[in-house]
């Protein structure tokens, strides 16, 4: 099998109110991880080549656009997301030849490319952040400098301008001994915020943005775009909040959704996506929830984005310590959050559809079941179906359609993301606020290392990630479940989670329904079963037809409740099953007696 034909949406069929209709308003995004996806030259680490070499497989798969997490020069600090070089390839990862070869592959099988940018921040590596640490250099005031607190030596503990708290641990100030002065991180004291603030700052990423879509990429993914324009105060100021348990304050109250956002979103599309097309631009949509916000950043009216990724939905299982003190997921928080997303955009603007990315705990993990082989499967189908049926662009994490599952990581050594370590330290040994047992099960129930794992291809070794003789290890430990769940098998298993992803892209590629009808969610109060409906809109009476998908989202058996029992009435026709985790025949009969089983998910032609 190859992948699918996307067909060209009916005229009449609205999806973010653009006319014509986007091109990726049916399709499926494919997010690489590079540095864990295939390694070729046996340093233990993924690189473009192995990307090249696989991506046969992606197009077997059916997905129609790759994003790729950043591959730039990069001091590696947060894996790549702080940037030394815009315009070149990190060596780790290979050449500029390598880039070309992937992209022309890529286009050649069908595929787009979308690179990750990385803006709000550069490395400390970078050139400009070099000349900025000197005030007298044009580039002084490309980044945020504050001096020390008042009636405090510079440099010295509690000198920092305010207490804000960096993302990654410590506060969000860096003393630099050069300039004598702080510079603000929301993440790592790596990398530095840009201030946008400077026209000079704005035009040089456009540029940059310019080069790289005139050298054949296909769009960006936006690393916290969301956080580019600054609350300030009118002298500048930059008020400190309430300080929390931990001696900090939130820096991201400060940075969300700033009030020149929508004008510098507005200037980018002006001066880099404007006149173009085919192309695609999703940002990360940090502090955006399911609201206002969303639809006017991706109303094509508006010229900013076309899709952001709200989040809101993946911190419904953070207890009262944030994600490090995780707690059940409630599947009425799942329905009330994606509800206000899908609603949010449903006449204006668009959605990405996404529960895994590489900064998330594996979703079969999280909310599935993965005590035994069988469960696992069925789980990570049924979430999948479910993702997969609302309204928007999908996009799939390396390793979600093969079921991949969490670390299973026992051990702070065996980690390898600085967040994780960095508050390990900050809450265990220096705050205290949490013992060390707890935390070690809260990053191995949170920890961005769970999606980061090598991509399982095959039984062997290093799960043929890279080869079981290679001078060196990968860089973090294969999944020892990697015998069992990996590439190779499902590949060749017409009922693994694979084969079932072929099926849900094959799903948007050709149905109308699936890629643009409305969303309507049914029985929001069922804690154990999602259903919801999708139809095409009215003023299209002889289209009108409707999808009803149904979820047990549990591993005992489940009623089907009010809502979705009431459009069944009784009269269950196998043929109308369009796709469903359990057989066909047994999917009907389902819907007759009204009882799901464990995790069986259904999508019905009413
Ligand atoms: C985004 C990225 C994450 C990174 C952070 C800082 O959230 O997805 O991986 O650490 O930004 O760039
Ligand atoms: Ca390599």
Known sequence: MTSTQRIELPDGVR????????????????????????????????????????????????????WLSPVY????DDNGYDIADYRQIDPMFGTMDDMDELLATAHRLGMKVVMDLVVNHTSDEHPWFQASRDANDPHADW????????????????????????????????????RGEYYLHQFSKKQPDLNWENPEVRHAVYDMMNWWMDRGIDGFRMDVITLISKHLGPNGEMEDGEIGPEGYSNVYWFCEDGPRLDEFLQEMHREVFDGREGYLTVGEGTGIDGGPRDEFITDPRNRELDMLFVFTHL???????????????????????????????????????????????????RWGDTTTDELRVKSAKALALLAHLHRGTPYIYQGEELGMTNAGFTRLDQYRDLESINMYHQRVDEAKVESAEDMMAGLAAQS????????????????????????????????????????????????????FYQRLIELRHTNPIVAAGDWKLLDPDDEQVYDFLRSLPEENPEERRSLLVIVN????????????????????????????????????????????????????QL
């Open 15 to 66: 999806t973010n109110g653009a006319d014509p209709n986007p091109w990726w308003a049916n399709s499926v995004v494919y997010q690489i991880y590079p540095r864990s996806f295939q390694d070729t030259n046996g340093d233990g680490i993924g690189d473009l080549k192995g990307i090249t070499s696989r991506l046969d497989y992606l197009a077997r798969l059916g997905v129609d656009v790759i």
């Open 73 to 76: 020069k990069s001091p590696q």
């Open 143 to 178: 980044y945020w400098w504050r001096p020390a607190k008042p009636g405090h030596e510079p440099g010295t503990p509690g000198a920092e301008p305010n207490h804000w708290g960096s993302y990654f641990g410590g506060s969000a100030w860096q003393y630099d001994a050069k």
């Open 315 to 365: 911190d419904i299982d953070h207890g009262e310590g944030g994600k490090w003190t995780p707690k059940p997921m409630r599947l009425t928080d799942l329905k009330r959050t994606m509800a206000a997303q899908q609603n949010a955009v449903a006449s204006h603007g668009w959605a990405s559809i996404f529960l895994d990315n590489h900064d998330q705990p594996r979703v079969v993990s």
């Open 448 to 499: 961005r290392d769970n999606a980061r794992t090598p991509m399982q291809w095959d039984s062997t070794p290093y799960a043929g990630f890279t080869a079981a003789d290679a001078p060196a290890k990968p860089w973090i430990e294969v999944n020892p479940n990697h015998t069992t769940i990996n590439a190779e098998d499902e590949v060749a298993d017409p009922d693994s989670v694979f084969a």
């Open 553 to 604: 989202c549990g591993s005992t058996s489940a009623h089907i409740p009010h809502d979705a029992a009431e459009l069944i009435h009784g009269a269950v026709d196998a043929s109308r099953i369009v796709l469903s985790t359990t057989d066909p025949d047994m999917a009907a009969a389902s819907l007759l007696l009204g009882k799901l089983s464990p995790w069986e998910g259904i999508v019905y």
